[in-house]
């Protein structure tokens, strides 16, 4: 019977081949584990960047009129009016950045019919870099929506229209519906609902000097100011809040002509503080007092009250909480009050000019495009 003998060398292989198979399994391992890490780590940037195209397409239709707090505006590259086929800005955020571009895809063609424009954002990721070496990139996303331009200005139907009625204290002031620009035709001085009207009338121009036709609900139809959108909304965005914000001074307005800001105003009764110009968006009671002088247009919910010498040159517009509250009648605790020497004197060139923050983006239902072309 032969004898089995030992053979050499046969443990040195084997354990090499053993640690082959574990280095290429933990290899393996290793390798899938990266790039499911990297997969992962790619759908994160993308959700990231998503979210920051989402949001930067969100504010410039929201912001884009409105300007920076040292006075530049918001969108750098946008004109007042629109006068080329396309605009563009980058809109910084937290971890990233998006360029966001309006390209017109059609002109307007009459006054019913707005120009039409393709809005995209292109989101990027800068939080984190996909790859490592000289070949990382950051995770990119672009979205897009369809948006008509709106260049239609407020309507005016008098120098100072009052839904909740009007009362006239002495002879002395003028309210006048002339245009003081010369462009437009004579408007009413006043406009109140039918039975609206109490005290003196003699400071009233226009045609008529006032005007009571209507009834409320007449006036409220006509009065075409979605007051609703505007108080509860974001449908006029604000250049500054009171209160949180200061009351731009004389001196802000008289630096830089140009100035025409939204200014919003929460505080119920408050007193115009030095003159100015631009859109005042009053929620509740407002007073204009003393000698200070408004140029474009004034927008009251509640009461307003006007006392002493002062000057507005644009629209008025007071009670129109009316519109939002269901009010079946107006009352006498709200009534427009004129005291002392006052002008009231419409003017179409101040309104145009004040009404620039209403020309905005109107963005079109079901037009969102998702995960679009990047360039």
Not at 46 to 64: D, H, S
Not at 84 to 104: C, H, M, N, Q
Request: aromatic share 8%; hydrophobic share 35%.
């Amino acid at each position: 019977m032969s004898r089995l003998k030992n053979r050499e060398g046969f443990a040195l292989p084997m354990a090499i081949l053993i640690i082959v198979v574990l280095t290429a399994a933990v290899a393996a391992s290793f390798s899938a584990t990266t790039a499911e890490y990297l997969a992962n780590r790619a759908q994160r940037g993308n959700n990231r960047a998503y979210t920051v195209a989402e949001t930067a397409l969100e504010q410039f239709t929201i912001l884009r009129n409105t300007k920076n707090a040292d006075g530049t505006n918001w969108c750098t590259n946008c004109g007042d009016p629109i006068t080329a086929d396309s605009e563009w800005t980058r809109v910084t955020l937290p971890g990233g950045y998006a360029d966001v571009v309006a390209v017109k895809v059609r002109p307007a063609i009459d006054s019913n019919t707005s120009a039409l424009y393709f809005i995209r954002a292109k989101g990027v990721d800068t939080s984190i870099k996909l790859s490592g070496g000289g070949n990382s990139t950051n995770a990119e996303h672009t979205v897009g929506v369809y948006a008509k331009w709106v260049t239609s200005t407020m309507k005016v139907n008098a120098a100072w229209v009052s839904l909740s009625g009007m009362v006239k204290n002495g002879a002395s002031g003028t309210i006048d519906g002339t245009d003081a620009c010369g462009q437009m035709p004579t408007l009413a001085g006043g406009q109140v609902p039918s039975g609206g009207f109490a005290g003196n009338s003699s400071a009233f121009n226009g045609s008529p000097p006032i005007d009571s036709s209507q009834t409320l609900a007449q006036m409220k139809a006509n009065t075409q100011v979605d007051w609703n959108s505007i108080v509860n909304g974001n449908a006029i965005p604000a250049d500054f809040t009171i209160p949180t914000d200061a009351f731009p001074n004389g001196g802000w307005f008289t630096s830089d002509t140009t100035r025409w800001p939204v200014i919003r105003v929460h505080t119920n009764g408050y007193s115009l503080p030095n003159q100015g110009r631009g859109i005042i968006i009053a929620d509740s009671d407002f007073t204009i007092s003393g000698s200070n002088m408004w140029s474009g247009i004034v927008l009251v919910g509640g009461k307003l009250t006007s006392n002493g010498n002062n000057t507005t040159w644009g629209a008025t517009l007071s009670g129109l909480n009316y519109l939002i509250n269901g009010h079946a009648d107006p009352g006498t605790v709200d009534d427009a009050t004129q005291n002392g020497t006052k002008s009231y004197v419409y003017d179409s060139c101040s309104v145009a000019k004040a009404s620039a923050a209403m020309r905005r983006y109107v963005v079109l239902s079901n037009s969102w495009s998702d995960n679009i072309a990047s360039y």
